[in-house]
């Protein structure tokens, strides 16, 4: 059970409840430590006079405002904390807002709001059930940890959070920061009836309910997945081409090969979508599966991987690693695809992540991958994978 970071006093108007801070997210950001190149040896930072070199202690530290090179303002360490707002005892709400009045950018962290008791339920509630009624926000300016913030109450899933914002003047103006934006009217910002009619067709056709646990963080997969190859031995992969900026002069024909395109994937989506209910029942066996084929992948050496299938055994089924990105098709002394009935064999995708089989999709160019589930992207690609044998056998 989470802890709180915080608690207090919630208020609106007369009515005041107590209430605790608990954070909304976590960070699963992969941790690395500094090492010397070529050694295990840990490389620490220290804190150094940059005119002597020498290790200054953390006591002897000021703060200073910089007003000219060289020139400082010194303020001490407890002249700071007088004039810090400190940890403030109160959340008093001052107003509600409507919440569509508040623009996305001004938001900057969630946290969980809690009744400090379960005697204090009935009025946590009803400030909940009121808020999600009218659809507002309260806002209120505390402190904690030494920093003040302006922050917005609201009810959300049946519980109350509270969002931490971002000052006005902290909000920069588009305009100023980008150089190269578009300005409205400009030549360089004019599209036809017809390009905008295609475009906004193209996004009703990629229109999908929006369910976060569709999407994962692929690059800590794939961070993952390099320390896993680098400790089995093996050499990383070569990363994605980025898609090349769309010619303008062939807006239209680009816009019409999307569409198209959205158009295959709707179709596979939604067979996909029928599979995937039927196969829901499946997903411990799957994991059963990645876990075996994890195992098994681990033990298998890179020398091994890299050695060609023309020089195995006949006896490939027993020899053939569980894992599924090294398992490769049979090959002739030509390098040629045979059609060998390992070689015409379904391989099997159910242990594999949805990044690993994004991956295969990818490879084999199929589209609207970016968004399909998993279930979705493995019974495309068994279906592409069907169609090739079905031509190879031919």
Known sequence: MARP???GILSFGLVSVPVSLYAATENHTVSFRQIQRGTSDRVRNKRVNERTGEEVAFGDIVKGFELAEGEYVVVEPDE???????????????????LEQVEPIYFDTTYYLGPKGKEYGKVYTLLQRALEKANRAGIALFSMRGKEYLTA???ENGILTAHTMHFADEVRDPRTEIPALPATGSATAEVSDRE???AEQLVDMLAVDWNPGDYRDTFEEKVHELIAAKQAGQEATAPEAAPAPSNVLDLMDILGRSLESAKTGSSKAKTGDAEGLAGAGSKSAAAKAKSKAAGAGSKTGSAAERTS?????????AKKSTSARTARPATSATGKKTSTAAGRRKEDLSGLTKAELYKKATAAHLPHRSTMTRDQLQHALEKTD?????????
């Open 5 to 7: 970071i915080w608690s």
């Open 80 to 98: 700071l904390e007088q004039i810090s707002p400190g940890r403030s005892k109160t959340i008093e709400i001052t107003g509600f807002v409507d």
């Open 153 to 155: 109450v609201r009810s």
């Open 196 to 198: 905008l009619a295609m």
């Open 309 to 317: 299938t023309r020089h195995r055994p006949k006896n490939t089924e």
């Open 386 to 394: 069907h169609g090739r044998h079905l031509r190879s056998a031919s």
